[in-house]
């Protein structure tokens, strides 16, 4: 007896010869890489709730200034330090400001600056990394030996000298981060490219006679968009921490505007009177480091494509 | 004890011997993201005192599974086993706690691991390495462990053995490496060795040489080893007894010869069809074994083989077949030995029959060079690599050779020689240091737009690693179609059209366009990348060793599929490989090459009946031939050393070195090209 | 191996001349000439006209600077009349180093400590509480963690000092504040270095040599998976570094970080320059001591690698 019930029979030894039609068809069903990337991201747990979220905190940073009842810099003299109630959902600060709509006006600075000092930085990094990947040669040894001088300089320490120099701001602020934020992206694109430009499909292409723009467009940069994305979201929460930073020491933003540092400037003064006005920006500035990290994390799982290679 | 392979005599006493290792009935398993997979089956084998037993099957068959899972060296999870017995010494190696294991590990089975580049630790002395498996060993003194470790460094063949003793792996090369690796696993002098696949990762020659180091140490310690590997070659070469796996079962199992010459399951039957022989006639086409192994997820309730079989019955596809014994140590498990099945005479291979032929023959073979022009013409091409400081690596040290319309030149040579770079140079992948290639008389590094544009239309290549050669994030149809775009060879009207007839040509279909290469095994992307060279209307294609990362039964489906492209379509190719036999299948003209020179060049067979350079000479003694008898008695000539580093090299012959003939004038003196017979050519003061 | 220094040292003199010149024609482009402005009393003014040399031509002026940074001068305040940035910098920068460095100590250890156990124990419970340590300390900023510990463990629970700086019982919580947030990148970098390790054909070997569990991580493993974590100890140096500025501001420690930022906040821009290129120059060099220190762990490195094109 086999393990389907049937009887071993003599009419069953008759040579039928193979049967191979059948295996070079597919069941799987065809899928892109970006949506097999979203399939697994929506499966890890941690790095969805992340996106959530980065989601809500960005909605509340857009909307939630404008359906207030008071402006940022409202002082309520009757107020002040007040605990979270009904009327300030958050409470107040010291100056009886409320504390809902400056973490959300702080949100718009801080996120704004965040996201596009990582995207500046990555953009400047990505070309620069790509170009010098790609074309090699002499180009190739002058940006590298012009990232390695820069490398060795810390970045905080030259931001804090262009701030000082160029004076307190947004736009100086985002400006002075992406003088030498574009390096760590440039050199692992660069790595990337590397890479890349000597796989044997960029090689056929090149056979094929695809010209190096088409090259570039078609074939580097769609697989390089993976990693630019998850290195894009893990340096999202170091351009919000280093601006925080720079706000607290004094050199970035400046009051009467605020940014989620900015809050916890002002809040640590309080730290004894009122814990409450350090505790609430702490929150959200930490809230949103750590999902954008688990965000992160999670994209680098989802597009990671060692992990794919070992699947296939 | 010396063992005589083959002989009656070596038989009995084999037999007769005491069994050092017995494995029941295991079965072990993986737990993965996509299921469970079984990747061993029921597998119950023996190994007995001072043999050499051989593991073969093709990759995913579970013969390093089971090899590893004797140590319990799979990790574990994902691993487990689910039944079985391991019994060594008395003992069954399954039941016992961690500790006592580590006790056989290493101290009584050694184990020896494939590519010796990663399987040392980096940051360690390689002595100390060896010293570690003394680590345990309470009663052995610091020095007595220096004095065990320096006697085996010398016995494996490593010379300068005190320097060598505080050298790091990446001082090593890579045969020198193997070597420590053996003598790690000999230092104890255990029973056992098990090899995973020890010489996939070395070149031809240095296998040869680790090969001859086993068979001897064999012989000397009376140590038995389980030898791993795909290679029908080394089994020839160095086993006593042979297991055939697939599709995580034993199939066949039998003494060397019976598996060769009384071959009774049909899957070794179509391994041995499907391989490339030395002596096959190279107007006859390969049987590939079509196809693919069964899906492990979900083994077949019978036979894993029934789907590709050509002998398949009914009863194959629901029942597992049992295992008949033939002669004592003949087994096979197929349903043909059942009593009510069929007589059938599976198709054998045609026994190497040894320089058949006179000379003269080989050289009257119609050569192309008088009918034709040139298609390409390669004049003293250099490519130089800066490294750093001021060395310079010469891939490719003043190259010259002309391939006709419709011919097959195969250039071969063993790894680092300048093939691939010669091969991309004349892709315009990369520029020549020096010299100039001629495209139909036009020089190809200086065309103008439009002959440029037809230079990337006619001259295409296929690249060997099947897994990097397409783009990830492409679909097929796009993968096929952009160079058909380029060139304007359709329009997006017809284009879905003619890339259809393109993967029908490559034996895929409609259904595969929209899919990404991720979903396709080693073969069908091999064959993807065939049809992308094919889309833009080719005349010349170099293959950069094409086949080299496939199967065996999937290598004959590629080369089968070369050789009716080149003769449908009148293909040219230059064929580059490190393989001698596939080389010799199907080329018509072959070039040798070595360090950055070409040293010899010959119509084929005049190539394997009459080699003249002593390097020619060692390669084809080196290649293992899938032929127990032929490799008894075939010359075999001592190889020395190993390829020098190509970096600065010497005045005189490159090969020098290592050659038997040299003289004083080789070592001062570069030997310059010289005809020795109609259209051969050798580079060598010491011939013609 | 002596090349491979050599190498080094010069690619660190490069760089430190690289910043020098450029904090120099920083201090040329800076909106308003405040060195010169009519608001500094007239000794503070000389003193940068001394230090600067501000009527000699650009070049000159130049040398001179550099000139004088090799003998070690950082220059004046300018807020502190006829307070030299050196005096400063001899006063504060010992309370800066010794928290660095138990900062430091106190990150490597346990992050050391903390991603080697987690890495260990891959996929159960305590990797997990080992991971949410790490990635809850990477989303706190260490001002954030500084008046945390000081409010529950100094204000709230009182069983810490508050600030200041005389006496061990002093230093914990500053120096774990600092130390946090490197700390948990370090246990990061470990845990993952220590899974690709654990692939490694190498340890396979050093498991069929016999070995026990105990020597193959701690000969085989960690030596291999730590040469990531000295990669990063140039940047982790300098985080914690950085991390002091508002570490001491936060414990009212009289230490540089301190000094630094209110030298922001007064607009001292003389002692900024001066202490941004001594700090500049520290990280330079600690840099240079961790890739001679990489050079000297892993035999690899020391050996110069090809270059693939010409």
Redesign the interface.
């Known amino acids: 007896m086999g393990e389907n019930g049937k009887e071993m029979t003599r009419d069953m030894f008759v040579i039928r010869g193979k049967n191979v039609n059948k295996m070079e068809t597919m069941s799987r069903p065809n899928i892109s890489f970006w949506q097999d990337a979203w399939r697994r991201l929506k499966k890890n747990k941690s790095a969805f709730t992340g996106l959530v979220i980065v989601v809500i905190y960005s909605l509340l940073a857009v909307f939630a200034p404008m359906f207030s009842r008071y402006g940022f810099s409202d002082m309520d003299p009757n107020s002040m330090n007040a605990l979270p109630s009904l009327v300030h959902w958050l409470g107040c600060d010291s100056t009886g400001r409320d504390l809902w709509v400056r973490i959300w006006m702080g949100a718009r600075v801080s996120l704004t600056i965040g996201l596009s000092a990582a995207t500046i930085n990555m953009c400047i990094g990505a070309v620069i990394g790509g170009l010098s990947g790609y074309y090699g040669g002499k180009l190739d040894m002058v940006v590298m030996r012009i990232v390695d001088i820069l490398y060795g300089i810390p970045s905080l320490i030259v931001t804090i000298l262009v701030m000082v120099v160029i004076g307190r701001g947004i736009a100086t602020l985002i400006i002075a981060m992406c003088i030498v934020g574009w390096i760590g992206t440039c050199r692992f694109v660069r790595g990337e490219v590397y890479r890349l430009k000597n796989q044997d499909f960029v090689l056929a292409a090149k056979v094929l006679g695809v010209k190096n723009l088409s090259i570039i467009i078609r074939h580097i940069i769609p697989n390089i968009m993976g990693l630019l994305v998850t290195n894009l979201c893990m340096a999202i929460p170091g351009a919000i921490f280093q601006e925080a930073f720079l706000s607290y020491i004094g050199l970035g933003i400046t009051p009467p505007n605020c940014s989620w540092g900015i809050l916890a400037k002002e809040g640590i003064k309080m730290l004894r009177v009122a814990p409450h006005e350090v505790l609430i920006p702490a929150f959200f500035i930490c809230t949103t480091m750590l999902a954008l990290n688990l965000l992160g994390d999670g994209l680098r799982d989802a597009l990671d494509p060692r992990l794919r290679g070992s699947e296939g | 004890m010396l063992w005589t392979r083959g002989s009656e005599a070596a038989k009995d006493k084999l037999i007769m011997s005491e069994k050092v290792l017995e494995v029941k009935n295991l079965t072990y398993s993986f737990n993965t993201y996509g299921g469970t997979v079984k990747a061993v089956r029921d597998v119950s084998f023996s190994v007995n005192r001072g043999e050499i037993l051989g593991i073969v099957g093709e990759s995913g068959c579970g013969k390093s599974v089971t090899a590893q899972s004797i140590l319990r060296l799979n990790p574990e999870p994902p691993g487990f086993s689910s039944g079985g017995e391991i019994i060594f010494n008395g003992h069954d190696l399954m039941k016992l706690s961690i500790k006592e294991l580590r006790r056989v590990r290493g101290q009584e089975i050694g184990f020896i691991f494939q590519d010796p580049m990663t399987s040392l630790n980096p940051t360690m002395k390689v002595g100390d390495q060896i010293a570690e498996v003394f680590h345990s060993r309470r009663d052995l003194k610091r020095h007595e462990i220096r004095e065990k470790v320096i006697e085996m460094m010398k016995h494996v063949g490593i010379s300068d053995v005190e320097k060598r003793y505080n050298q790091y792996p990446h001082e090593l090369s890579g045969g020198m490496k193997q070597r420590i690796m053996i003598a790690m696993a000999l230092v104890s002098r255990p029973s056992l060795i098990i090899c995973d696949e020890p010489t996939t990762s070395l070149d031809v020659t240095i296998e040869a040489q680790i090969l001859d180091l086993l068979l001897e140490l064999r012989n000397e310690l009376d140590t038995a080893i389980i030898m791993i590997t795909h290679d029908l070659g080394v089994i020839a070469k160095i086993c006593d007894r042979v297991l055939v796996m697939y599709g995580g079962k034993i199939v066949e199992e039998g003494m060397v010869d019976e598996i060769f010459y009384e071959t009774a399951h049909p899957y070794t039957n179509g391994l041995l069809n499907s391989i490339a022989r030395l002596d096959m006639d190279k107007n006859s086409v390969l049987t590939p074994i079509e196809g693919t192994p069964p899906d492990l997820f979900s083994p077949p309730a019978g036979c894993p083989f029934a789907a590709r079989c050509e002998y398949c019955m009914d009863v194959c596809n629901f029942f597992p077949p049992k295992t008949y014994s033939l002669v004592d140590s003949h087994m096979v498990s197929c349903h043909l030995k059942h009593e009510y099945a069929p007589e059938v005479e599976l198709k054998k291979p045609r026994r190497h029959n040894a320089e058949a032929g006179s000379k003269q023959a080989y050289y009257s073979e119609p050569v192309r060079e008088h009918k034709e022009q040139a298609l390409i013409t390669v004049e003293g091409i250099k490519r130089y690599f800066k490294v750093s400081g001021r060395a310079v690596l010469k891939a490719v040290d003043g190259v010259s050779l002309k391939v006709y319309k419709g011919e097959t030149l195969g250039l071969v040579g063993e790894s680092g020689c300048g093939k691939s770079t010669l091969g991309r140079t004349i892709t315009r992948l990369l520029n020549p240091t020096e010299g100039r290639i001629l495209y139909k008389d036009k020089e190809i590094h200086s065309l103008s737009g439009e002959e440029e544009n037809i230079f990337h239309q006619k001259v295409q290549m296929i690249f060997q690693n099947p897994y990097s050669s397409l783009n990830p994030r492409m679909t097929v149809k796009e993968i096929v179609g952009e160079g058909m775009l380029l060139h304007g060879l359709a329009t997006d009207a017809i284009q879905d059209d003619k890339i259809e007839e393109l993967l029908n040509r490559v034996g895929l279909g409609k259904e595969h366009m929209s899919r990404f290469s991720h979903e396709f095994s080693g073969g069908q992307r091999q064959r993807i990348g065939i049809a992308r060279a094919l889309s833009v209307n080719p005349e010349f294609i170099v293959c950069d060793e094409p086949v080299s990362a496939l199967d065996v039964s999937i290598q004959a489906q590629v080369i089968n599929m070369l050789k009716k492209l080149q003769e449908d379509m009148g293909l040219t190719y230059l064929f580059i490989a490190h393989d001698l036999s596939v080389v010799r299948y199907i080329s018509d003209r072959i070039a040798v090459m070595y360090m950055g020179h070409i040293v010899e060049e010959a119509p084929t067979e005049a190539l394997f009946i009459d080699p003249q350079h002593p390097y020619t000479k060692l390669l084809l003694s080196a290649i293992p031939v899938a032929d127990p008898e032929v490799t008894r008695n075939k010359k075999r000539i001592e190889i020395r050393g190993e390829v020098p580093s190509p970096i600065n090299p010497g005045p005189g012959c490159l090969f020098a070195d290592r050659c038997p003939l040299a003289t004083d004038r080789c070592f001062k003196e570069r030997p310059e090209q010289k005809m020795v017979e109609n259209h051969h050519y050798v580079a060598c003061f010491q011939v013609g | 191996m002596l090349k491979y220094v050599l190498k080094r040292v010069l ?2 003199l ?2 430190l001349f ?2 020098v010149s ?2 120099f024609f ?1 201090v040329r ?3 308003g000439e405040p060195f010169t402005s009519a608001k500094l009393t007239p000794a503070v003014a000389a003193n940068m006209e001394k230090y600067y040399g501000f009527d000699k031509p650009l070049p000159v002026q130049y040398v001179q600077y550099i000139g004088k940074l090799l003998q070690g001068d950082f220059g004046y305040s300018m807020k502190y009349t006829n307070r030299t940035v050196n005096d400063i910098i001899g006063e504060t920068f010992p309370f800066s180093a010794d928290l660095g460095i138990r900062a430091l100590v106190i990150a490597i250890s346990f992050g050391l400590v903390l991603g080697i156990i987690s890495a260990l124990n891959r996929g159960n419970k305590i990797d997990f509480i080992c991971v949410i340590i790490a ?2 300390g ?4 260490d ?2 963690m500084g ?2 510990l ?2 529950f463990f100094g ?1 709230k629970w009182g069983l810490l000092p508050i600030a200041q700086y005389k006496g061990f019982e002093y230093t914990i919580l500053p120096s774990v504040a600092l130390a946090f947030f490197t700390l948990a990148s370090v246990s990061r970098i470990m845990r993952s270095s220590m899974l690709e390790v654990v ?4 340890i ?9 569990d105990l ?1 193959i991580v701690g ?2 493993q960690i ?2 998976a730590i040469m990531p974590v000295i990669t990063m100890l140039g ?1 982790t140096v ?1 985080a914690v ?2 991390g002091t ?2 570490i001491e ?2 414990y009212a420690i009289p230490g540089m970080g301190k000094y ?2 209110e030298s ?2 007064t607009n001292d ?1 003389s002692m ?2 001066g202490m ?1 290129v001594f ?2 120059a520290f ?2 060099i600690c ?1 240079l001591i961790v890739d001679i220190l990489y050079g000297i ?4 490195v020391r ?8």
Do not use: C, W
Request: glycine share 4%; aromatic share 10%.
């Open positions: 690619a660190a490069i760089t690289v910043l450029v904090v920083m482009v800076m909106p990635i809850i990477t989303s706190v900023p001002f954030i008046a945390f000081q409010y204000i692939g490694q054909d190498y396979k070997t050093a498991k069929a040599k016999g070995l026990s020597r000969r085989h030596r291999n940047p300098a570094l950085t500025f508002v501001s936060i630094y930022v922001v906040s821009y900024i320059l941004t700090y500049g990280l330079i840099n762990v892993d035999p690899r050996i110069a690698t090809p270059v693939e094109d010409s």
